[in-house]
């Protein structure tokens, strides 16, 4: 299992980044996907979370309204499009699976919110 994070980087605050998270070695079509984020010296937090099949999404309340979770099945990629960012998103961003009940992680990557 391989997932490799991409899109962080530095943003003003309002602006907008998208996160791309690409898998494989699993079949990706098959699971759940989540997004989770930690701020420096917090503990990792779950943001949004999205079906095998997309027909159920869950987001965090800290991002409700502003960050929309997607997939593309064939492209073996879920997405994490962040809106009116602020700098309390600032976090190292990972996609994660859980497989026969042992989670897998990507390498993360870093999204600044700053002016």
């Known amino acids: 299992v391989q997932l490799v994070e991409s899109g962080g980087g530095l943003v003003q605050p309002g602006g907008s980044l998208r996160l791309s998270c690409a898998a494989s070695?699993?079949?990706?079509?098959?699971?759940?996907m989540r997004w989770y984020r930690q701020r420096l010296g917090k503990e990792r937090e779950l943001v949004a979370v999205?079906?095998?099949?997309?027909?159920?999404?869950w987001y965090s309340d800290s991002v409700k309204g502003r960050f929309t979770i997607s997939r593309d099945n064939v492209k073996k990629t879920v997405y994490l499009q962040m809106g009116s960012l602020k700098p309390e998103d600032t976090a190292v961003y990972s996609c994660?699976?859980?497989?026969?009940?042992?989670?897998?992680w990507g390498q993360g990557t870093q999204v600044t919110v700053s002016s």
């Open positions: 994660n699976v859980a497989i026969s009940g042992r989670d897998y």
């Open positions: 999205l079906s095998s099949g997309g027909g159920s999404i």
């Open positions: 070695g699993f079949t990706f079509r098959s699971y759940t």
